[in-house]
């Protein structure tokens, strides 16, 4: 049996849908905070079983029977969230899984300003010593281009911090892909990247988006302490704000520059890419 956390939620969500289509029904079993938002799986015929992150008992008992175990990563940033990584760990090892599966971050490596950096590569280490095979699923960022580019399409410029080559991966495909190893008959151990094929900046997404739109769409650097100032003043608290910089930051020092071309592998086809997202969010 495979069974997938987090499985209410937008990447654990979409790598169940996929998984429906590659494995039995009953070969697949959710574990969720709320089992009331999985009834739509459980009328499909998903084991639904209640745990969280917080309840170490639930979650032996919600990944009971399970061969692999998805572990979604949690994004709480007022939780001791390695804490909570470490107690889902020990439920699933505890539960007799075979392999571990964690969603952890593309470029997550030492050195990395970004604080959540740190919180997937101590994931991994407790991954690594947990006794069991594991593998880390370094995913590119998926989050909306909105969120790093700001609102362009209003505006028509790109006024953020200075940056670096990302590659700006699709959620879609990436839940695709997780389910295709889940799936599949090919062992994954320790981390991989899934990122789209190819990185690129907000001078490249700034021309991407002047091409479809056929306006110019400018690319404005801001002082990291300008942006900041302005983030505030449009409601953001400073601390989100900060530690939104410290993404910026990190891809200008290179740390998501790397691009991968396992996704296309996975996926058999060319993931979307940045152009086609940008596209994508015109239309709407």
């Not at 079983?49 to 032996?60: F, H, V, W």
Request: glycine share 10%.
């Amino acid at each position: 049996m495979i069974v997938v956390t987090g499985a209410t939620g937008g990447l654990g969500g979409a790598t169940v849908e996929h998984l429906l289509k590659r494995v039995p029904t009953d070969q697949i079993g959710v574990s969720v905070r709320e089992v009331a938002k999985a009834q739509h799986l459980a009328d499909r015929g998903v084991r639904v079983r209640q745990g969280s992150y917080e309840e170490p008992a639930a979650l032996r008992d919600s990944f009971a029977g399970a061969d692999q175990v998805l572990l979604v990563s949690g994004n709480d940033p007022t939780a001791d969230m390695v804490h909570l990584h470490r107690n889902a760990i020990d439920a699933a090892v505890a539960a007799g899984a075979r392999r571990i599966l964690y969603t952890s971050q593309h470029g997550a490596v030492p050195g990395n300003p970004y604080p959540a950096s740190d919180i997937h590569r101590a994931t991994e280490a407790l991954l690594a010593d947990c006794g069991v095979a594991w593998t880390a699923l370094r995913n590119g960022a998926y989050g909306p281009l909105d969120q790093v580019l700001g609102p362009w399409q209003r505006t028509g410029e790109i006024a953020q911090p200075a940056d670096g080559p990302v590659p700006y991966t699709d959620r879609g495909d990436v839940a695709e892909a997780v389910a295709v190893i889940l799936a599949g008959d090919r062992s994954f151990d320790g981390p991989v990247n899934l990122t789209a094929p190819t990185a690129v900046t907000f001078d490249d997404l700034a021309t991407i988006a002047s091409d479809l739109t056929g306006r110019t769409v400018k690319r404005i650097v801001l002082d990291d302490e300008q942006w900041v100032a302005e983030q505030l003043m449009s409601g953001v608290p400073e601390q989100a704000a900060r530690f939104m910089l410290t993404w910026y930051q990190a891809s200008r020092a290179g740390y998501f520059a790397e691009a991968d071309p396992l996704l296309a592998q996975l996926l058999g086809r060319e993931p979307r890419s940045a152009a086609d997202r940008l596209a994508a969010d015109i239309a709407t």
